[in-house]
């Protein structure tokens, strides 16, 4: 190895970070010293007004969104169980994130040419999309299938960052929950959506340093790689066209990317801001998969859920499995937080206030009390449902299933009725839940979501044309 990874690891703050040994106690202070410069931003940038507890008063950088899409999308779920799939199957995991920057590029491209009416409307929530352009009830029935998909999300987070936290520090999985919850309610109830926005610079630089330097380090165990995981194509082809096709449609629902799209002051500024995000993610997206790949070279007998948090246990000095625990925390709480915001925000927005009527003081004290039983609530079931592979599969079934109902709204907004979206969506909601009880855990609790709305869509015409044409012939 040579050039700058070489001097990066040879530079002298890097070899006195593993000079260091650390105890525990140690690790915590990084803990501590790390949450107290979170709560230090929140308090500084506390909300103003309502408007900047909602969504910053829709005034958002391009620079800010895309950090904060950045950091939101690498959370525990993807570290955990995307790389799970790069372990036992190595590169070939690389066509999620091809497949997540199609569909980014794609929304884009959507959302662009809907912006002026987002601001005209002032959408607060993917379901106002609906309600505007196709009726009352599809904005109920997707404000409700949001909700749950993102409470899902935050248990993805809470199951899969307790169970980091437990084998970095060796404390209890409860108490690591609980830890998280607090963190994450004190600096959101602070200071709601800007909060959640500044805290993410924070832990995309936590995030970003700590892989580099694991990378850095390692780098040249990339020789000793097995050729099987440099095949693009070791996995079955049903995985592969699953992780492709989840990729290109999840963008579609992803309220977290619309919400801080609605944020954004200026609609030239989409395309900025989601450029810069796809490129950080794509890099960040090939980093992880030659990591993972790297942490294999080590120990191919590993529990794949977990190998890159035992990797980094296991061939870090103590000094950077501290950091790791850092920056771990950081991944959870950046796409928590984020997840959290969404599904109160739906609940607030699309529930309590569907004809935005109240005032914003009133939206924030309802937004306010909202955050806390959520958290409470999804920890609660994250301590019964704890196998984060299962959660975060079936979800993302479930998440397909509102994207493809965005995707017939977009190609075929005035042909596509009301009633068509609702019960497309029915039956890939029923599909999904059939497979995920039905099926061991794999592609085929992915597909349906994708392909039983569009036999839906095709069905649902088929029987109306037949229809027309009874009643002409009577």
Request: aromatic share 16%; charged share 10%; hydrophobic share 55%.
């Amino acid at each position: 190895m040579s050039g700058p990874l070489e001097s990066f690891i040879n530079c002298p703050i890097v070899l006195f970070l593993y000079t260091i040994q650390l105890s525990m106690q140690q690790v915590w202070l990084f803990l501590g010293i790390y949450f107290a410069i979170l709560l230090g931003i929140s308090f500084w940038g506390r909300r103003k007004s309502s408007g900047e507890f909602i969504l910053a008063e829709r005034k958002l950088g391009n620079w800010a969104a895309a950090n904060s899409l950045a950091a939101t999308a690498i959370g525990g779920g993807l570290l955990l169980v995307g790389g799970a799939y790069i372990y036992q199957f190595g590169i070939g995991g690389i066509f999620f994130f091809i497949g997540k920057i199609i569909g980014y590029i794609l929304l884009t491209i959507f959302i662009s040419q809907i912006h002026k009416r987002v601001a005209d409307k002032k959408y607060n929530t993917l379901a106002d999309y609906f309600g505007d352009f196709h009726g009352k009830y599809i904005h109920q029935f997707v404000a409700g299938v949001i909700a749950v998909t993102y409470l899902g999300w935050c248990l993805v987070g809470f199951v899969g960052g307790a169970g980091i936290i437990v084998i970095l520090s060796g404390i209890s999985f409860e108490l690591a929950a609980f830890v998280m919850l607090g963190a994450i309610l004190l600096y959101t109830i602070i200071g709601g959506f800007r909060n959640v926005i500044r805290t993410d610079y924070i832990q995309w630089i936590a995030i970003f340093v700590v892989f580099l330097l694991f990378f850095a380090n390692f780098s040249s165990n990339l020789k000793s790689v097995e050729a099987v995981q440099w095949d693009f194509f070791a996995m079955s082809g049903d995985m592969i066209a699953a992780f492709f096709l989840v990729g290109v449609t999840y963008p579609f629902s992803a309220m977290e990317v619309w919400q801080r799209m609605f944020a954004l002051e200026k609609s030239k500024k989409i395309v900025a801001a989601m450029t810069r995000f796809g490129i950080m993610y794509l890099i960040f997206g090939i980093v992880l998969c030659l990591i993972i790949m790297i942490i294999r070279t080590f120990d191919t007998t590993m529990n794949p859920d977990f190998a890159i948090v035992e990797g980094i246990v296991r061939f870090f000095p103590p000094t950077f499995v501290a950091l790791g625990t850092v920056a771990f925390f950081a991944a959870i709480m950046s796409s928590l937080d984020s997840y959290l915001f969404v599904a109160n925000a739906t609940v607030v927005h699309d529930f309590f206030d569907p004809q935005k009527k109240l005032a914003s003081k009133v939206i924030e004290k309802k937004m306010r009390w909202t955050l806390l039983v959520l958290g409470i609530l999804t920890l609660c079931i994250g301590f019964v449902w704890r196998n984060i592979v299962d959660i975060a599969v079936y979800f993302s079934g479930i998440t397909v299933v509102i994207s493809m109902l965005v995707f017939f709204s977009w190609i075929w907004r005035k042909q596509v009725s009301e009633n068509a979206l609702i019960f497309c969506g029915t039956l890939g909601l029923v599909s999904v839940t059939m497979f995920a009880c039905l099926t061991p855990v794999g592609a085929m609790w992915l597909l349906p979501g994708i392909f039983v709305p569009m036999v839906g869509l095709l069905f649902w015409y088929l029987i109306r044309t037949l229809t027309l044409l009874c009643k002409q012939k009577i």
